[in-house]
């Protein structure tokens, strides 16, 4: 099951009435960098697999 962030951090995620400063937590990310096609090359197809293994 995926954590869904825009419910758990809704000040996020969701514009108010009015503007206003909100403070944005440091957050952690995964993600893969290259270059090619991505339905050809064997390198991006591996990394997607990761990726969503870690999911």
Known sequence: ???DFKK???AL???GEKP???EVPEMVF???D???DP???KA????LEVLYGLW
Do not use: E, F, R, V
């Open 20 to 22: 206003s400063i909100i």
């Open 39 to 41: 339905n050809t090359c």
């Open 44 to 47: 991006y197809q591996t990394a």
């Open 8 to 10: 758990m951090q809704k």
């Open 30 to 32: 995964i993600m893969i």
């Open 13 to 15: 995620y969701q514009p």
């Open 34 to 36: 290259g270059c090619g």
């Open 1 to 3: 099951m995926a954590t």
